[in-house]
């Protein structure tokens, strides 16, 4: 009953910027906190950058300074500004949030949920 849909990967030079975007749609009553993880091939799924309802951030070091976390509440999308990329973070990037939704009677249920994915390439 809930999509995370993510756009805007691609190939890019080393140094250059891209802006990801992830729109969630469904039966949604509010969305509680939203993020952004990527894995490389190979590799495990690591954490990039995350956005509370309130709009409080927390990045990792390999990111900090470079990327930028927004959301609009308004439109339930997410989006993650990258600049200055490097060859390392190339990636498949997913979008990842806490959606509240209705369930039976007056219940609220909060569902982990996780967009497609889409793959970043940074050449250099």
């Known amino acids: 009953q809930v999509q995370l849909v993510e756009s805007g990967g691609g190939l890019v030079q080393e140094g250059g910027s891209l802006r990801l975007s992830c729109a969630a749609s469904g039966s949604i009553f509010s969305i509680n906190a939203m993020g952004w993880y990527r894995q490389a091939l190979g590799q495990q799924r690591e954490l990039v950058a995350i956005?509370?309802?309130?709009?409080?951030?927390t990045y990792p070091d390999s990111v900090e300074g470079r990327f930028t976390i927004s959301r609009d509440n308004a439109k339930n999308t997410v989006y993650l500004q990258m600049n200055s990329l490097k060859p390392e973070d190339t990636a498949v990037y997913y979008c990842?949030?806490?959606?509240?939704?209705?369930?039976?009677?007056?219940?609220?249920?909060?569902?982990?949920?996780w967009g497609q994915g889409t793959l970043v390439t940074v050449s250099s």
């Open positions: 990842n949030a806490g959606v509240v939704v209705k369930a039976e009677g007056f219940r609220l249920n909060t569902l982990d949920a």
């Open positions: 956005i509370t309802r309130g709009g409080r951030t």
